[in-house]
């Protein structure tokens, strides 16, 4: 099938949702059981991580693109190029990137050409382009980086969109399309689960709060996203009084976004270094039709001054085989901290300081991470 057969035809989901039909949540998938997929029962006990500085085996920092009124998905004229931006999904970008790469394909369908350039690499900008070319479009990613060096591979990267707007400054569309966004993201993530090739896999996920949790609104997509879900449940794992938890998928940014990357290329896609400075610089594209994933960088090039860096920091600990959960959580003494557990080794973060682009590793915030999760798993009852 073309890629303007795909794109009339309404064969994608997004196509559909933009034409007003009822999108159907997808059906709650059961967590695996067995072999290299054993997810424990929610509250089977759980085995402590074990946080020291000697196990610290990296740091690294990102800025995630939060954008206050939310991501920013919509087809305009720019000069003469017809854009589609699809930037601003602070800490939700992996997590999203599959739902809102299929609406903005949705949106390329008023374009003339079966050529498309996607400005940026990252998660949303190789989803982007992948599902581009199953649609019929050659298609070339512009980006002045390329994993391993895109801030995709340093989110934390757990599949729950976060961070994604301003309470006051969201409208009801966006919130609507993110929920859209989420539905599709999760049907398509899933189908990755526990492939190695693509470092995605099922862990049991806990939010933690010493204060009763409001269940007066779904989570972002329904809660039929989150199999499993118990909420504002008493007596929570850490000592802490109350916590929501679910199964979910937990993606390795380094394993899969080099599987996108060698998916896109196998399929004939061509990735070229370049830098944008402002809107005049598409003119030098020979490509009509564009989609722009450029993330934080968008701001400069787009003149969105609605999109500021949310600053993270990440320190990994030595792997530990017995660990299937994450879990986030605020403490007295040491604040937001939370933790996912990878292949590769034991995620700590805790950190989301907007409007901080330092991108240089914080000792004080080692040590706060590294003491704090160490504090939480002295809680766990033997």
Known sequence: MKRRDFLTSGAGLGVAAMAGCTIPLPSVVPPPTTGEALVQPI???MRPI??????????????????????????VKVGSKD???????????VSLSWG??????????????????????????????????????????????????????????????????????????????????????????????NDPKYGVYWIRQYSLSAMPMSTILPYVGGDALYPGLVRNQSGGPFAFQYYDAYYTLMIDPDIYLRALVNDFLAAGGRMKEMTFESEGDLEKLPESSIVNCMGLGAGKVFGDETILPARGQLSFLLPQS?????????????????????????????????????????????????????????????
């Open 43 to 45: 509250g089977a006990p």
């Open 50 to 75: 074990k946080s020291s500085m000697d196990r610290v085996t990296r740091t690294i920092v990102g800025l995630r693109p939060f954008r206050k009124p939310g991501p920013r998905l919509e087809a």
């Open 83 to 93: 854009v589609v931006h699809n930037y601003g999904h602070g800490g939700g970008g």
């Open 100 to 193: 809102v790469a299929e609406l903005a394909v949705a949106l390329t369908k008023d374009s003339s050409s079966d050529r498309v350039a996607v400005l940026g690499s990252g998660a949303i900008g190789l989803s982007t382009a992948i599902l581009l070319q199953r649609a019929g479009a050659q298609v070339t990613i512009y980006a002045k980086d390329f994993p391993p060096y895109t801030t995709s591979n340093v989110a934390g990267a757990m599949w729950h969109p976060v961070t994604l707007y301003e309470n006051d400054q969201v409208s009801a569309e966006t919130l609507s399309m993110l929920d859209l966004a989420s539905r599709i993201a999760f049907n398509r993530f899933i189908r990755f689960a």
């Open 322 to 382: 017995d660990i299937d959960y994450g879990y986030a959580g605020s403490t007295d003494d040491y604040g937001l901290l939370y933790s996912f557990p990878r292949k590769t080794g034991i995620l700590l973060g805790g950190s989301v300081d907007k409007g901080d682009w330092n991108l240089e590793p914080r000792a004080d915030e080692i040590r706060r991470m590294v003491d704090g999760h160490a504090y939480l798993a002295s809680k766990l009852k033997a």
